[in-house]
């Protein structure tokens, strides 16, 4: 019997699709109707650093008293949080999948007092994105990521649930951000983050936002660096996101050493139901080659397993070119 139990931060995920943090998440009902279609577990909808400072930012504006902008500090602080406790223990009393909570940020200061209610509201774990752009030409790209290091370190002391990391993809060097975030006591890492991209509308002659979701060939970037950082980072926790859109999609990940693998776009295009659809072709394509876990196959394609682990090396660019003209 075909088996689609894997584990991912330590928790036991009855299959490795996750829903990734996203609106998709954001109630009760469409996360009992993931887990009704197979989801392995689901990552809440993100608490906003940037969005509780910046409402903070535009009330202090607004008020002539330094009373009063204390109060109203506190005010939408706590309610931000306390709302998102509140969606945590809801979703945990009805569901029986793992729940990990997410929080988006942009510094190591005031949101981290938030990682302990968040872990006492019941959250199996907790998925950390952070972002900070670098825009200063002035500063050093280690001090960039001295950012991702310092909230590692300081979050590693307050809670005990298990923590992951998810990263942009344009570091120099992202399996030195990965052994960092290992080494500073992160339990997994999510590659890779999506970011809001702008675009130029010429006929309104303005910025506009680009293509919120993901397509499958975006795959290829995450796919390259979930098959190099499982193989040299093995003591860490992958979860594969951007570009899955299918169960083929999702084999390929698995294959490349993700632990779990996280959809979003492909949802929102076309419904709850292509969890079932993508778990179906998992197990279709595992009773085809004769797998009965994901253990018997995950990693087997990473870089340390195949006869030529340059092909996953950028140098193979112009060699596969070569001959075209």
Request: proline share 3%.
């Amino acid at each position: 019997m075909t088996k689609l139990e894997t584990s991912y931060l330590g928790l036991s995920l009855k299959s490795p699709l996750i829903v990734s943090s996203s609106g998709l998440n954001s109630s009760v009902d469409k996360i009992k109707e993931y887990k009704k279609y197979g989801a392995g577990a689901v990552v809440l909808k993100s608490l906003f650093e940037e969005q509780i400072l910046n409402e903070v930012s535009s009330l202090e504006r607004h008020s002539d008293y330094t009373e009063a902008a204390d109060y109203l500090k506190h005010y939408v602080t706590a309610n931000n949080v306390q709302e998102y406790i509140n969606h945590i223990k809801a979703v945990k009393e009805a569901v029986d999948i793992p729940v990990i909570a997410s929080i988006n940020c942009m510094s190591d200061s005031q949101w981290l007092s938030f990682a302990s209610r968040i872990q006492e509201a019941g959250a199996d774990a907790l998925e950390v994105n952070i972002y900070y752009l670098p825009v200063d030409p002035k500063r050093k790209a280690e001090e960039y990521e001295n950012i991702y290091n310092s909230i590692a370190e300081k979050l590693n002391k307050i809670i005990t649930i298990p923590v992951a990391y998810k990263i942009g993809s344009h570091f120099t060097n992202p399996l030195n951000v990965i052994e960092n975030l290992r080494f500073r006591g992160a339990n997994g890492v999510v590659l890779f983050n999506r970011f809001f991209e702008p675009d130029i509308d010429v006929n309104a002659m303005k910025v506009v936002p680009a293509d919120i979701f993901s397509s499958p060939s975006d795959l290829r970037y995450t796919l390259r660096w979930v098959a190099i950082a499982s193989h040299l980072i093995p003591e860490i926790d992958i979860s594969a996101s951007t570009g899955v859109h299918d169960g083929e999609a999702l084999v390929k990940m698995l294959l490349a050493g993700a632990n779990s693998v996280q959809v979003c776009s492909a949802i929102y295009k076309n419904g709850a139901q292509h969890i079932e659809v993508m778990l179906r072709d998992l197990k279709e394509w595992m009773d085809k080659k004769g797998y009965k876990s994901i253990a018997d196959f995950r990693g087997s394609l990473n870089m340390g397993s195949i006869a030529d682990p340059a092909q996953y090396e950028r140098s193979q660019f112009m060699k596969y070119f070569s001959s075209y003209e």
